[in-house]
Every structure is written in structure tokens, then in C-alpha cells.
């Protein structure tokens, strides 16, 4: 719980360092949340960190592109505070402390393993924009 | 289409890349509103530090310029307006007063006071501080070291434009600020109070940015923002390295 809402007031910040105005910070903000909410539903069913890293990337990419279209924004206004959550921080933190600490095996592995996280992250954004492109080009063609 | 008119083109792409558009954005961007203008032609080539466009007119002239990009500062509400107009350009295609005076409009857009910045440096330290698993009294200390690291950055940044150098000394200085912190008794788990702050530094999305440039087919602007992502890691972890060195460990 107290995790939901210190996401929801972490990508808040984020979305104010952005420059990002008015209503859409916090829509902004509850994409943080959402994407949050949905890998740490997932992560504890699926055995697999990364796909859940994945879907809740996927999830958030939706949510942008979709709240896009009705706001008439670019996607990126609600994405990238958005995915903040998501991002491997603590990972990244890890990696460097093993790194001074010159323990090389830490190191590698969580290295490698923050890679993967953000090879996840990016990959279920391409998923997710590829196929809502894929939806609107569809659209396009039944229209005319 | 004229030189001035590219030159104006190129100054909604320029802004664009450095509000945080994607480059794949602003390569279309720019095409669309050239070919809104009737030329036979064009070529765009974007990556993070540069812009090349050439169009080749239907009086057949050519014409071609380039930006260099050296700063970034992203205001997505700025890209957001950029964007608007770039959608009227492409509608409607202007003549280059309304655009010129357009532009200055979205160039007057102020981004939030200083005051409100440095209260959201303490607010994300203090929210990710409590978020990875630190208690509220470590919320409360990174939320203070969060905004000397704000007051810091600025102070580095306005003496040294070198990136990796304010990165080093930024974080040597908050690492000692929170061991002090911490030594003082005030919050005990210097890790979460450092990993809360650390969120305002690390290139975690550059770095998943990067990737997601290299798997839409922009390797190049890609390799490049991944090398400036693990190159600004390392002068952290450097920074931090410092701190601990000098005052005996965390």
C-alpha cells in the first residue's frame, strides 16, 4: 500500500521536473501508479521478474498512448514519468556498489540482471506502441 | 520552400529533440512538414547531438543545414505545443511570419520556479527513500539530502558545463552529507536514503530509452545515449566511492 502511494508520488515529482502542466500531471502520475500496481500483482504469480517487467511496461504504454489520443498529447508527456517506477534504480545502485566494493561476481550478476530489467522495460514499450500503431493503421484503412 | 523557412523547420526539430522528443519523432516531424511545403524530397538524419536535413526543392534547388545539439533540457509541455504547431504546419502549411510567431510564443513558456524544484527533489528522494523500503524517519533524511543535491547540481552546473565531473562531485557530497545524517542518528538505513536520491541521478531512463532507440532501428542515437547512461553511472558510482573512502565506509 504505501508502496502504491509513494509510486503514485514519485512519478508526480518526475512529471513536475518534466515540465508537464495542468491535469496531465496527475494522469501522468497514475500511470506511474498503475505500472506499479501491475508488476507487483504479477511478480509474485508469474516466477518470472522480467515479464513482469514487461507487461507493466506494456500496461503503461497503453495507458499513454491511449490517454494520448484523448488528451491530444504526445505519448511521451504520460510515459516516461510513467515508466520512473519501473526504472531499475535500486539495480543500477547495487551494480555500482559491488563495483567499489570490487566484488566482481555481484557485480556481474546484478549487472547483468539490471540490463535485463531494462531490456524488458523497453522491450514491452516497443510491444505495446508497435501494436497500438498496428490498431490506428487498421482504423485508418476500415475508415476509408 | 527558402533557406529561412528550413532554418525554421529545423528550429521546431532542434526544440523538439532537446524537450525530450524521440529521434525517430523528430525525423518525421521534419519530413512531413517539409513535403507540406511541396518539395520533391527529403532527408533527415537525427541522433542525440545532431540534425542533418537536406530537401531538394521543386524549383530544383537543394537545400541543406544542420544543428548541433550540446544541452537537453526536457519540458514535455514545451514538446507538447512543438507539437501542436507542427501538426498546423503540416494541415495547413503557413507562411513564416505565423511560424516565427508562433515559436516565440512556445519559447516564452516558463518552466516551474526554482523554490517548487528543489521541494520535488525532496518529495521524489523522500517518496522512492520510503518506496524500496526505507522507514519515515529515512524518508525524512533523504528528503533533506535531496535538496542539498538539488542545490548542489545547480551550483556544479553553473561553474562546470563538464557533465561527468558535476556527477562526480555531486553525488561525493551528498554521500558524505547522508554518512554525517546517519552518524548523527538521524535515519539509520543510509542505503535507502542514498537509493532515493540516486533515483534523481541515475540515468535509468536514458538507459531504457537507449535501448528502446536501438530496437526502433536508431542504433546509432542509441549506442550513443547508452554510452552518455553508463559513463554518467560510472562518475557516480565514482563520486559515492569517494565519499565512503574518505569518511570509512557506509
Known sequence: MIQIMTSFLGSLGFAVLFNVRGRYLLEAAFGGMLGWLCYSLLSGRLHNEYLAFLVAAMLVTGYAELMARVEKAPATTFLIAGMIPLVPGKGLYYTMRYAIGAESAGFVSQGTQTLAVAIAIAGGVMAASSIFRVIVSLQMTAKN | MNQKMLAQLLDIGERML???????????????????YGVRRVDVFTITSSIVVT????????????????????????????????????????????????????????????????????????????FFGGTLEDGLAAAVVGIALKLSISFFGRVERNTVIVHVLSPFLIGSLAIGLTRLGFGDQIEMILIGNIMLLIPGLSLTNSIRDIISGDTMAGILRMSEAVLVSLSIAIGFGLSTLMWGGW
Open chain 2, 55 to 130: 530537401v531538394s526543392t521543386d524549383e530544383g534547388n537543394i537545400l541543406s543545414q544542420t544543428r548541433r545539439i550540446l544541452a537537453y533540457e526536457t519540458n514535455l509541455d514545451k514538446l507538447r505545443q512543438l507539437n501542436q504547431l507542427a501538426r498546423t504546419i503540416v494541415g495547413t502549411s503557413p507562411d513564416e511570419e505565423y511560424i516565427e510567431k508562433e515559436l516565440s510564443v512556445i519559447q516564452e513558456t516558463v518552466p516551474y520556479a526554482s523554490w517548487i524544484k528543489l521541494l520535488i527533489y525532496a518529495l521524489i528522494a523522500g517518496s522512492f527513500c520510503v
Open chain 2, 18 to 36: 532537446i524537450s525530450g522528443a524521440e529521434v525517430n519523432r523528430v525525423e518525421e516531424t521534419i519530413s512531413r512538414m517539409a513535403k507540406a
